[in-house]
């Protein structure tokens, strides 16, 4: 058994290479012994993913907050506490707050990875129906 | 990409042959098609898992209140909100709230199982320091 205490743990502010805003992370780095990565991501109000895709499954599980989940060609869907999202390998997506509340979300990933990404320009994000 | 969202779950009491107490779950059901199945499990005050393993890895990350996680033969430990505990495969564990506070937990497994289970003890959850 391995134990991670939230309080010892530190948060670091999110890549900014990865993101459009700022987002804060809470790595549990379980990833070497698990199986899998776990981190809680915090949004500022507004910020949010680039596009990006995963070559393994990953979970979002919405902990705070307000967000939006998108993938390529379908729209946007709101996250609300409680609320879990499965992107599927390759699924090009973004993720993040909507303008005017924070948005925490766990995230799961089943196999660690960098990711490729290009950014969600400013038209996509507050466009109404995208 | 599939979304679950929490206020369309219906929450189900834990099957009685896991548990001394009383737990409910909220089962994301994702294990279909995202490798992994992921529960929130409430424990109300007292309740407790019996000793039970897992042919794979589990990770519990407290999300409310306050409880414990014991491995066969090593003190057990708190757990609060935000800490989080990977049990590898095999390891004897048992896990449930403290007496006096109810305690929620989420479970990710990254394998269906029913896991090997024996009863924990009043003896065993009423010790100091076992």
Redesign the interface.
């Known amino acids: ?7 010892k ?1 530190s948060t670091i502010p999110a890549p900014e290479k990865y993101l459009n805003g700022k987002a804060w992370i ?1 790595n ?1 780095s ?1 990833g070497n ?4 990565d ?1 981190a ?1 991501v915090m949004f500022e109000p507004g910020a949010r993913t680039h596009w990006h895709k995963h070559p393994t ?1 990953q ?1 979002l ?2 902990e705070k907050g307000c967000g939006y ?1 998108q ?1 390529r060609g ?1 729209e946007r ?1 709101l ?10 390998p390759g ?1 090009e ?1 973004w993720h993040g707050a909507v303008p005017d509340q924070l948005f925490a979300h ?1 995230a ?1 990933q ?1 196999e660690k990875d960098e990711g490729i990404i290009s950014e969600v320009t400013n038209e996509e994000y507050f466009a109404i129906n995208s």
């Open positions: 058994m391995k134990k991670i205490t939230a309080s743990l809470n549990f379980t012994t698990a199986g899998c776990i809680s499954v979970i599980l919405a989940i993938t379908v869907e996250m609300q506490p409680g609320d879990m999202v499965v992107i599927y699924e997506h766990l799961i089943l």
